[in-house]
């Protein structure tokens, strides 16, 4: 061997190396631009480098995230009945086919950003609430990516997907989504489709299956609460539960809703006629197969350990508070995720006192728009009244103490805001910001509300 040939090896194997750490497509496709014997060696090893630079973007899941992405192309296919594509699943099972096709390329990392969002959200709830961003071991994040992907490929062969493609495909003897639909049709297409779902899970080890059960209850959760704290407006849909329609749409929509980004307003009409068919749209298939080898779905089978796992309320000392809903300053911005500070209202009739309330600059709603929350809160911690004189930022609070906590201060807050801009207070109200009388421009131009009544802090 010359010494150029020698070299030559040394540097393939070098660039190889190179190119197989690089993290993401984006920049390996950039870097084979950059020269010519950086491309000749891409091409020679593509297969190999493609796989290594999919796993450093896509993560661990990569062949469930390649299954479900191989699962939509193929739905996408015109003339082939689902059932082939059911069975081609079925006969094409994760791990297997490794070369990565350039359509597949571009359309996995959108599903991957997806199923990370997730995980940072899970990682949040389940496992360390100190931190937006996914604190899961390796194997935790594994867990839940592949029971994430999974389940986005249960939704599209069974969910809302899989119908408009069947009734694309004409599979169905009958209109899906017609008004008159027959309940018997209805109802043999159920069992039919019962049976199939059934047979989606059985290919999955049990505890497998529980780490599906589980990611599943995690997306109703979060779902259900875009719902309760007011990010899904005009949802009515007979009486499908949101999160089951978010399922039966996908985790891309299950995502989408909990960051109040879905549309859901038009959905009713279309989902009545879906009721029997999907409602508890995949938590019901997993409770029966679990039922059968005499278990159920349960949480805590994805994470190994958690942090802090037995912490409670330290001002209300309540049993009933989720560890995801407890906070201190380490994860105040996840407090104001569920909490919206602008419809805190100071306390008494301080919202009527229009004085207080608007005027420039130093009226309470202008100060509110401008001063960052998170400031906000670090400054009522140091204003704190005599009441709480024992609450330190650093304690775990639920979301109601913390809530009592600021709205008991914002008047507080206020009156050193305006102290703070060199404004002169005038005498305090008796009644402070009880005061009846507060409406009245001129009583609340002549007399501070910002306080308590005479005798009250
Ligand atoms: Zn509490
Ligand atoms: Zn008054």
């Not at 069947?166 to 019962?194: G, M, N, P």
């Not at 997993?286 to 005499?294: A, E, N, P, V």
Request: hydrophobic share 35%.
């Amino acid at each position: 061997m010359n010494a150029e040939t020698n070299s030559c090896f040394v540097n393939s194997d070098l660039t190889d190396r190179i190119l197989t750490n690089l993290p993401s497509f984006g920049t390996l496709q950039a870097t084979i631009l950059t020269s010519k014997s950086i491309h000749a060696v891409f091409c020679r090893r593509r297969k190999s480098i493609i796989r290594a630079v999919a796993y450093n973007q896509i993560g661990p899941a990569l062949p469930q995230a390649l299954r479900l992405v191989r699962c939509k192309q193929a739905q996408r296919r015109k003339k082939q009945p689902v059932t082939d594509v059911e069975e081609n699943l079925r006969t094409h099972p994760e791990l297997e086919d490794p070369d990565i096709s350039n359509r597949e390329i571009k359309a996995l990392p959108s599903k991957a950003s997806v199923v990370q969002e997730l995980e940072n959200t899970f990682s949040y709830r389940a496992k360390d609430r100190r931190f937006k961003t996914s604190q899961l071991t390796p194997v935790e994040r594994l867990r839940f990516q592949k029971a994430a992907y999974r389940i986005w490929l249960y939704s599209s062969l069974y969910g809302f997907e899989g119908c408009v493609v069947r009734r694309r495909r004409t599979d169905a003897t009958f209109d899906l989504f017609a008004e008159d639909i027959d309940a018997e049709d209805i109802a043999d297409y159920t069992e039919d489709c019962s049976l199939k779902q059934k047979k989606f899970f059985y290919q999955f080890p049990t505890p497998e299956v529980r780490e599906i059960g589980e990611v599943v209850t995690f997306m109703k959760d979060i779902a259900r609460q875009s719902e309760e704290i007011g990010l899904v407006d005009d949802f009515e849909a007979s009486n499908w539960y949101l999160e089951d329609i978010a399922l039966f749409h996908g985790p891309e929509e299950v995502y989408l809703t909990s960051m109040g980004d879905a549309d859901w307003a038009a959905c009713d009409g279309i989902y009545i006629i879906f009721e029997k068919h999907s409602s508890n749209f995949l938590a019901n298939v997993l409770s029966s197969i679990l039922t059968d080898c005499g278990d159920s779905i349960t949480t805590k089978v994805i994470v190994d350990k958690m942090v802090g796992p037995d912490d409670k309320c330290q001002a209300c000392a309540r049993d009933n508070v989720a560890s995801h809903d407890l906070f201190n300053s380490s994860n105040w911005s996840s407090f104001f995720d569920i909490v919206n500070f602008s419809e805190l209202a100071p306390l008494g009739y301080l919202t009527e006192n229009m004085f207080e309330m608007e005027s420039e600059p130093c009226g309470f709603f202008y100060l509110r728009e401008f001063a960052p929350t998170m400031i906000i809160l670090e400054e009522i911690f140091e204003l704190k009244t005599e009441a709480y004189k024992s609450w330190e930022k650093d304690d775990w609070m639920c979301t109601d103490c913390l809530t009592t906590l600021v709205t008991d201060h914002l008047h507080v807050w206020h009156l050193a805001q305006k102290r703070k801009h060199g404004l002169e207070i005038s005498e305090d109200c008796p009644d402070g910001y009880r005061c009846w009388e507060q409406s009245d421009e001129d009583h609340a131009e002549e007399y501070n509300h910002l306080c308590g009544p005479a005798g009250e802090s």
